[in-house]
C-alpha cells in the first residue's frame, strides 16, 4: 500500500495570506484527489489533480482559490490562496490506484487555521 | 453517482460483533463497494472491497445482497480500538475516473467497555 506524506501538518496563516500544502506519494498513483474535511464532519472533495492538465474541480471550489498542480504521478500541491477565517480546516490528500482492489490512500491531512 | 445513506451513529460493547449496514439504491452495474475506516486526526483508511456475495478479510466482513442495493459491513468482536466513523462508498472499479471519489457522511461507532 501506499504511504502519503503532507506538508505542513498544520498552520496558522493571516488572513489574505496563501499557503501551499505538498502531497508526496511514496510510489506512483494513478490518481490523485484533495478534500477538506471540518471537524466533526464528512470529508468534502474539492478536486481532483491531474497530472500534466488543469485539475477536476467539484461544485462550488474554483482554481482561482485553489490551485492545484501535480507535475507527476507522485506528488502535487495544493494552494489555499487569499485566505479567510472560513478556510480554516483540515485538508487532506489522497492517493487512488487499482490493484487488487481499488483503494484509496490518505495523508494524515494539514490543519489549517486562518486568524 | 450512487449516493449512499448510512446511521449516523451506532453504540456497541467490546466483543460484541457490529454490523453497519449502508443503503445505495441507485449503484450502477460497473460500481464497487467500498468501506473506509476514519480514526481523529488521521486520514480515512481502507477496509473492505466487494462487488457483490460475501467478502471477508482478516479486519471484516462485507455482506452484498443479490440486488446490491445495499451493503453490510461486518466488524466481528469489536474493542474499543474500533471506536472511529466509518465511510461506505460506492464508485466505479477505476475508481475516481470520472474524478468524483465522494464520501457520505459516515456511522461514527463507538465503542464502549
Known amino acids: 500500500s501506499a504511504v502519503i506524506s503532507q506538508k505542513p501538518s498544520r498552520d496558522i496563516c ?34 481532483t489533480a491531474n497530472q500534466g492538465s488543469e485539475a477536476t474541480y467539484e461544485s462550488g471550489f474554483v482554481i482561482d482559490k485553489f490551485p492545484i498542480s501535480r507535475p507527476n504521478l507522485t506528488f502535487s500541491t495544493l494552494t489555499v ?11 487532506l490528500c489522497s492517493g487512488l490506484d487499482w490493484g487488487e482492489n481499488t ?12 486568524v | 453517482l450512487a449516493k449512499t445513506t448510512q446511521p449516523i451513529s451506532m453504540d456497541s460493547y467490546e466483543g460484541q ?15 464497487y ?10 486520514g480515512p483508511r481502507f477496509i473492505i472491497q ?5 467478502v471477508t478479510n ?13 451493503s453490510t459491513l461486518s466488524l466481528p468482536r469489536v474493542s474499543l480500538s474500533d471506536t472511529a466513523v466509518y465511510y461506505c462508498l460506492v464508485a466505479p ?21
Open chain 2, 17 to 31: 460483533e457490529v454490523n453497519i449496514t449502508c443503503s445505495h439504491n441507485n449503484i450502477a452495474t460497473n460500481d
Open chain 2, 93 to 113: 472499479e477505476d475508481g475516481g475516473s470520472q474524478g468524483n471519489l465522494i464520501f457520505g457522511k459516515g456511522t461514527k461507532l463507538s465503542v464502549k467497555p
Open chain 1, 81 to 91: 490562496s487569499n485566505m479567510s477565517p472560513e478556510d480554516s480546516s483540515i485538508y
Open chain 2, 50 to 54: 466487494g462487488y457483490k456475495t460475501k
Open chain 1, 14 to 47: 493571516q488572513r489574505g495570506t496563501s499557503l501551499t500544502i505538498q502531497c508526496q506519494v511514496d510510489s506512483q498513483v494513478t490518481m490523485m484527489f484533495w478534500y477538506r474535511q471540518q471537524p466533526g464532519q464528512s470529508l468534502t472533495l474539492i478536486a
Open chain 2, 58 to 70: 482478516e479486519v471484516a466482513s462485507l455482506f452484498i445482497p443479490a440486488d446490491r442495493k445495499s
Open chain 2, 33 to 42: 463497494i467500498t468501506w473506509y475506516q476514519q480514526f481523529p486526526s488521521q
Open chain 1, 103 to 114: 483503494e484509496a490512500f490518505f495523508g494524515q491531512g494539514t490543519r489549517l487555521t486562518v
